[in-house]
């Protein structure tokens, strides 16, 4: 199947920095996705996006749907202890099925106090 | 939070036997699947559902069969558990298909087969 592949796989950071992540493909996809998953639970929806170019924010997140289509960025601003966990990225392609999710395999983000 | 249980939350069983998790939805979604988190491979599709009794596979279907004879309900069933299958599961609904199809998921059933 198709590919996200996302970066960078784990992160170590201070609290209050800002934090990056991203996701490319080779492939267009027409929905991207960001979840994170705190450790024994599921994956939580943070933010959906569904235009090209479109930027959006929750909170201290904002994430981008890049303008070809191929790549998506999540930020988090400020960050805090409960901002650790794993962030999943996941794609919807043009065409074919309209059931099935692409995932990135996952970013570690570890916050330091 | 999407209104979705999965049961049993752990199973330990051993290579041979029958397994069927279970999940629940409340919110009437149309669309469920079930995937599987393994370390190094992330979230992979195992199967899912566009309806009642509607079922299709996904990239990881050998060994796994399912069923849905009412929306709220989608049961994973391994036929003969082996230890490749080891892992934790989750499931999933969505209500719309196309570019609006956000999956919400479950809380995940963690299965060990010795």
């Known amino acids: 199947g198709q590919q996200l592949n996302q970066s960078p796989q784990s992160m170590f950071i201070q609290e209050g920095e800002d934090v990056s992540m991203n996701c490319t493909s080779s492939s267009i996809f027409n929905t991207w996705l960001w979840y994170k998953q705190d450790p024994g639970e599921g994956p939580v929806l943070l933010i959906a996006l569904y235009k090209a170019g479109e930027l959006t924010s929750n909170g201290r997140l904002t994430a981008q749907f890049g303008i070809t289509r191929k790549d998506s960025f999540l930020n988090i601003s400020a960050s805090i202890p409960s901002d650790v966990g794993i962030y999943f990225c996941?794609?919807?392609?043009?065409?074919?099925?309209?059931?099935?999710?692409?995932f990135g395999k996952g970013t570690l983000l570890t916050v330091n106090p | 939070d999407a209104g979705i249980t999965q049961s049993p939350r752990h199973k330990v069983t051993e290579t041979g036997t029958p397994v069927t998790l279970r999940c629940h939805q409340t919110e009437n979604h149309r669309y469920m699947y079930w995937y599987r988190q393994d370390p190094g491979h992330g979230l992979r599709l195992i199967h899912y559902?566009?309806?009642?009794?509607?079922?299709d596979k996904g990239e990881v279907s050998d060994g796994y069969s399912v069923s849905r004879s009412k929306t709220e309900d989608f049961l994973l069933t391994l036929e003969s558990a082996t230890s490749s299958q080891t892992s934790v599961y989750f499931c999933?609904?969505?209500?719309?298909?196309?570019?609006?199809?956000?999956?919400?998921f479950g809380p995940g059933t963690r299965l060990t087969v010795l």
């Open positions: 999933a609904i969505s209500n719309l298909a196309g570019a609006s199809n956000t999956q919400y």
């Open positions: 559902s566009y309806g009642v009794k509607d079922t």
């Open positions: 996941a794609g919807l392609q043009s065409g074919g099925s309209n059931y099935k999710l692409t």
